[in-house]
């Protein structure tokens, strides 16, 4: 029997077989405004939906999406997609979250060039 996710990647639900609700439709609705605004209750699934979006962009459909709706009618190339979790970066400290963050872009810049 399948089980149910928290907090997973999207990647997690392909890989461990955990239930997944498609929801790729909507995101599919979602990508054609120019700005959206995530609003939801704690634990409402707001990560593991960015995170879905950024898995279709960096991964493309193959072999993510083989069973959602979104599979065959996804044609994007890939892109690089920069992930950032501000829970990593330092919040006493000023200098440390300038240095946390330009490290981490750094680190992203050089992986795509």
């Known amino acids: 029997m399948k089980e149910i996710a ?3 990647s999207f990647e997690n639900f392909y890989n ?3 239930i997944y609700i498609d929801k790729t439709k909507e995101i ?3 990508l054609k405004y120019e700005r ?3 609003s939801r209750p704690r634990r409402f699934g707001k990560s593991t939906v960015l995170d879905t ?3 279709l962009f960096e991964s493309g459909v193959e072999p993510y999406f083989k069973d959602t709706w979104i599979y065959d009618k996804w044609t994007e190339k890939t892109y690089p997609v920069l992930r950032l979790n501000f829970l990593e970066f330092s919040v006493t ?3 440390e979250f300038v240095n ?3 490290n981490k872009l ?3 810049a050089k992986k795509i060039i």
Request: avoid cysteine; charge should be negative; charged fraction near 10%.
């Open 106 to 108: 750094a680190s992203f």
């Open 36 to 38: 959206v605004f995530f």
């Open 28 to 30: 599919s609705s979602l």
């Open 53 to 55: 979006i950024a898995t």
């Open 100 to 102: 946390s963050f330009n």
């Open 6 to 8: 928290q907090g997973q």
């Open 16 to 18: 461990r077989e955990y």
């Open 93 to 95: 400290s000023f200098d």
